[in-house]
């Protein structure tokens, strides 16, 4: 994105905020739907934990900023942060993997991770998520606003 040098800090973090806010809206029209993530939930249990994963329910949420995904075992609920959607395929098929696990095993103990180990993107995906999060974490170098 180019931002005009003047722009003092604050201005910046607004302008880019809603430049976000409107990539956001466009591409939740073309991500899955509540429906098709539970489909997907569906097709990766029976693939990778022969069906014994059953949620009763998957959807994206908008209140989990430090969190991709989390899941409630008791209720078999599962729910997937909206800043996954736009990600590749691979990633969040790994979070709803690990939530899916989450209903087979409650913590993150050996045997959750002997499940995940299933998944041949695992380490991929996870790496993956770091990166964002360690860019998220980058403060602006000197010059790289461009004018």
């Known amino acids: ?6 722009m003092s800090e604050a201005e910046e973090q607004r302008w880019v905020t809603v430049m976000l806010d409107k990539l956001a809206a466009q591409e939740s029209k073309r991500v899955l739907g509540d429906a098709e993530l ?26 989990q900023n430090t969190r991709w995904g989390s899941c409630t ?4 609920s599962i729910r997937l942060s909206h800043r996954l959607q736009g990600m590749p395929e691979y990633v969040v098929d790994y979070v709803l993997l690990h939530e899916l696990a989450h209903l087979l095993v409650p913590g993150h103990g050996p045997r959750f991770w002997r499940l995940l180990e299933a998944y041949p993107r695992t380490e991929r995906a996870k790496g993956y998520l770091e990166g964002v999060v360690a860019a998220e974490r980058l403060p602006h170098p000197p010059g790289a606003r461009d004018e």
Do not use: C, H, K
């Not at 994105?1 to 003047?6: D, E, F, G, T, V």
């Not at 097709?43 to 209140?63: C, E, I, K």
């Open 1 to 6: 994105m180019l931002i005009p040098a003047r």
């Open 38 to 63: 539970s489909e997907r939930a569906e097709r990766l249990s029976a693939q990778y934990f022969d069906g014994r994963a059953r949620p009763t329910s998957v959807r994206w949420v908008t209140n």
């Open 73 to 76: 075992p008791s209720e078999g």
